[in-house]
């Protein structure tokens, strides 16, 4: 099992990144959370990981913080919840704004990220609002900026969490303000979906 990874970030594009670590080209996927306060490309950069392995894959996730890859952990405890809604969750909110949704029963905001209806929200406020408390400090801050036209690679971002091409459009559209770079054009989008 990969529990860490320390390397060079060489290539990041939401939800991918890879990191160098001695010549081995490690790609990661990872959630929003992770990729808003990466360092640059060609910087060292250190990765709590998750590995798993199916019948047909593998695949290695990547996260800045322990407590967003408890988080990933515990969410996929959930019945009918595997990665890519647990990736859902941390690219739509904090770690600490999960517990206070958890904490609060609010399933409607739950609903609000992609993947996760209203069934599924009500398992997860049942099944981890115990643990909820323990889920520890995971607050986003800071921005990178990526390069190319930042609402295009905001859309497509969004897309790979799952949302549809229209709505994606739609959302990062209405979040884009002149000099936002993409990390904000999403973080924009994401809360203003929450709301």
């Not at 590995?51 to 009918?80: C, I, N, P």
């Amino acid at each position: 099992m990969i529990g860490r990874l320390k390397g060079v970030l060489i290539h990041k594009a939401p939800p991918w990144l890879v990191v160098d670590v001695h010549g081995v080209g490690y790609e990661l996927e990872a959630p929003m959370s992770t990729f808003y306060d990466l360092p640059e490309l060609g910087r060292e950069v250190f990765l709590f990981t998750h590995y798993t392995q199916k019948e047909d894959s593998v695949a290695l996730y990547g996260f800045l913080r322990e407590a967003e890859r408890r988080l990933f952990r515990d969410v996929q405890k959930v019945s009918g919840i595997g990665a890519k809604i647990a990736l859902a969750v941390l690219s739509g909110v904090s770690v600490d704004e999960f517990a206070r949704l958890l904490q609060t029963s609010d399933i409607t905001a739950l609903t609000r990220i992609p993947g996760i209806g209203k069934k599924t929200a009500e398992r997860m406020v049942v099944e981890l609002r115990d643990r909820a408390a323990t889920l520890g400090s995971g607050a986003v801050s800071g921005a990178v900026a990526l390069p190319g036209d930042p609402v295009s690679e905001a859309i497509t971002a969004l897309q790979a969490l799952g949302y549809k091409p229209a709505e994606a459009e739609r959302m990062a559209k209405k979040a884009a303000s002149d000099g936002d770079d993409v990390p904000t054009i999403i973080r924009k989008a994401l809360q203003s979906a929450l709301r």
